[in-house]
């Protein structure tokens, strides 16, 4: 299956891009993406305790199963002061 993934602040930066699709296996979880998603890019390994995900619009836990034409947002933590 196929699922599109976007991503934002410091992940987007780093990474040089705003999205991309991702192949998975069927009854992949957000857990497994993040996996794959950590061997591609360096910055969602370092951040990944820290990263949040929403799907569809809502934010999920890692065990979230994903679904073909998924839409994945990867959110690094904000910082400020």
Same mark, same amino acid.
């Given at each position: 299956?196929? =699922?599109?993934? *976007?991503?934002? @602040? #410091?992940?987007?930066?780093?990474? /040089? =891009?705003?999205?991309? !699709?991702? $192949? *998975? %296996?069927?009854? +992949?979880?957000?857990?497994?993406?993040? $996996?794959?998603? @950590?061997?591609?890019? $360096?910055? =969602? +390994? =370092? *951040? #990944? %305790?820290?990263?949040?995900?929403?799907?569809? $619009?809502?934010?999920?836990?890692?065990? +979230?199963? *994903?679904?073909?034409? !998924?839409?994945? +947002?990867?959110?690094? %933590?904000?910082?400020? /002061?």
């Amino acid at each position: 299956m196929t =699922v599109r993934v *976007l991503y934002f @602040a #410091r992940i987007r930066e780093e990474t /040089g =891009v705003s999205s991309e !699709d991702v $192949d *998975l %296996p069927e009854h +992949a979880t957000v857990d497994r993406l993040l $996996d794959v998603l @950590a061997h591609r890019h $360096d910055v =969602v +390994a =370092v *951040l #990944r %305790p820290s990263i949040r995900c929403g799907v569809n $619009d809502r934010y999920v836990s890692l065990t +979230a199963e *994903l679904f073909t034409g !998924d839409e994945v +947002a990867i959110l690094s %933590p904000v910082s400020g /002061g």
